[in-house]
């Protein structure tokens, strides 16, 4: 069925939806159907409305339909030498449980890169939308805003869906470095987080950072000359390409022990130079010390501890307790004042976001 088809029953179905007040389950592949508060409504499955619409070497953009899987899109950008920096997790490794592109800007998640190069929100440049009232909106590179204030393409991204069904992404890519280097260095916890913020304030070109374990690696990328200058000043054992890449993959994709062994996951953001929290439970520190991960351990004292630092904590997977408790006073009041906005009947991924919409 042609994707002009498909967008003309996306929007009936939702019509119809509106209409009876039917809530309506987003779903892609449904790879990321753990994540959020939880799930509830007949499933409106999108992944048909997939493929590349155009793609612009020359001016770093490709636009794709949101049920398109990331690996689908990767190989595009590949084949010119060209990726999607944020490096979203693909988590399903067949095409049919594959990530769609779609699904990584509404979840809102990034991969080792995100926390050097730009988290989704900061590459998305266009979006159409298909909203509760059954309207087809463009967003970004067609600029049609009706919420004063917003850029509604980048807010879409960590939206969960809740605003409406995406249909097409506009996305700025990156070229891919001519030369890669993994380092690692046996550290404790608190002389990685000094060294990664050392390192962070000098001319270095580190793109991803991870320590768990008393082990910290950090990969380096750019031009040969500068990767392998860095490469001697910093030291630290090599890891070769293989090793390397499956290092960044099990991470990016979550496949790594620390993830598929955990019964419960919180994932924190907090400055960069925080010191250890002194968490119970296992931990993974990436994103230069700006984003961390606690196994099995007490989500309450998880999230005072993030906001003791200034910063917040999520549940990832697992465990009990609410899911964004950052969503409260007057940022919830936002959040349902743009769903109200967008879906007014409130059909979308309800109680996805939030237990309040």
Same mark, same amino acid.
């Given at each position: 069925?042609?994707? $002009?088809?498909?967008? @003309?029953?996306?929007?009936?179905?939702?019509?119809?939806?509106?209409? +009876? +007040?039917?809530?309506?389950?987003?779903?892609?592949?449904?790879?990321?159907?753990?994540?959020?508060?939880?799930?509830? &409504?007949?499933?409106?499955?999108?992944?048909?409305?997939? /493929?590349?619409?155009?793609?612009?070497?020359?001016? *770093?953009?490709?636009?794709? %339909? !949101?049920?398109?899987?990331?690996?689908?899109?990767?190989?595009?950008?590949?084949?010119? &030498?060209?990726?999607?920096?944020?490096?979203?997790?693909?988590?399903?490794?067949?095409?049919?449980? @594959?990530?769609?592109?779609?699904?990584?800007?509404?979840?809102?998640?990034?991969?080792?890169?995100?926390?050097?190069?730009?988290?989704?929100?900061?590459?998305?440049?266009?979006?159409?939308?298909?909203?509760?009232?059954?309207?087809?909106?463009?967003?970004?590179?067609?600029?049609?805003?009706?919420?004063? /204030?917003?850029?509604?393409? %980048?807010?879409?991204?960590?939206?969960?869906?809740?605003?409406?069904?995406?249909?097409?992404?506009?996305?700025?890519?990156?070229?891919?470095?001519?030369?890669?280097?993994?380092?690692?260095?046996?550290?404790?916890?608190?002389?990685?987080?000094? +060294?990664? $913020?050392?390192? &962070?304030?000098?001319? *270095?070109?580190?793109?991803?950072? !991870?320590?768990? /374990?008393?082990?910290?690696?950090?990969?380096?990328?750019?031009?040969?000359?500068?990767?392998?200058?860095?490469? %001697?000043?910093?030291?630290?054992?090599?890891?070769? $390409?293989?090793?390397?890449?499956?290092?960044?993959?099990?991470?990016?994709?979550?496949?790594?022990?620390?993830?598929?062994?955990?019964?419960?996951?919180?994932?924190?953001?907090?400055?960069?130079?925080?010191?250890?929290?002194?968490?119970?439970?296992?931990?993974?520190?990436?994103?230069?010390?700006?984003?961390?991960?606690?196994?099995?351990?007490?989500?309450?004292?998880? %999230?005072?501890?993030?906001?003791?630092?200034?910063?917040?904590?999520?549940?990832?997977?697992?465990?009990?307790?609410?899911?964004?408790?950052?969503?409260? &006073?007057?940022?919830?009041?936002?959040?349902?004042?743009?769903?109200?906005?967008?879906?007014?009947?409130?059909?979308?991924?309800?109680?996805?976001?939030?237990?309040?919409?």
């Amino acid at each position: 069925m042609a994707s $002009n088809d498909i967008a @003309a029953e996306l929007i009936d179905r939702i019509k119809s939806a509106t209409a +009876k +007040k039917t809530p309506l389950r987003i779903r892609g592949h449904g790879s990321k159907d753990f994540y959020g508060e939880s799930l509830a &409504g007949e499933v409106l499955d999108v992944s048909g409305h997939s /493929g590349i619409i155009s793609y612009e070497p020359t001016e *770093l953009v490709i636009t794709v %339909r !949101c049920g398109t899987p990331i690996p689908e899109v990767e190989a595009a950008l590949d084949a010119k &030498g060209q990726m999607l920096a944020f490096e979203p997790p693909v988590f399903g490794r067949t095409p049919a449980t @594959a990530g769609t592109i779609g699904g990584a800007v509404a979840a809102g998640l990034g991969g080792p890169q995100a926390g050097y190069s730009g988290r989704p929100r900061d590459f998305v440049l266009g979006a159409k939308l298909i909203d509760g009232r059954g309207q087809h909106l463009s967003f970004g590179g067609q600029v049609m805003k009706n919420v004063a /204030g917003y850029d509604v393409s %980048r807010l879409l991204a960590g939206s969960f869906g809740v605003l409406g069904v995406m249909t097409e992404l506009s996305v700025k890519v990156l070229p891919k470095a001519p030369a890669v280097q993994t380092l690692q260095f046996a550290l404790d916890e608190a002389s990685a987080i000094r +060294k990664l $913020n050392e390192w &962070g304030g000098q001319p *270095l070109p580190i793109v991803a950072s !991870c320590w768990k /374990g008393g082990q910290l690696s950090i990969r380096l990328a750019g031009a040969k000359a500068a990767v392998d200058a860095a490469a %001697r000043r910093l030291g630290g054992k090599p890891l070769d $390409n293989l090793q390397a890449q499956r290092l960044w993959r099990s991470l990016r994709d979550q496949t790594e022990p620390f993830f598929t062994g955990a019964a419960s996951l919180v994932r924190l953001a907090v400055p960069p130079a925080t010191p250890p929290l002194g968490l119970v439970g296992e931990q993974i520190i990436e994103w230069g010390g700006g984003q961390r991960w606690v196994a099995n351990g007490d989500v309450d004292a998880a %999230r005072a501890a993030a906001h003791a630092a200034g910063g917040h904590a999520v549940r990832f997977r697992g465990g009990k307790g609410r899911f964004m408790s950052e969503l409260q &006073g007057p940022l919830l009041a936002i959040h349902q004042r743009l769903k109200a906005e967008f879906d007014p009947a409130g059909i979308f991924n309800p109680k996805r976001m939030a237990p309040e919409f």
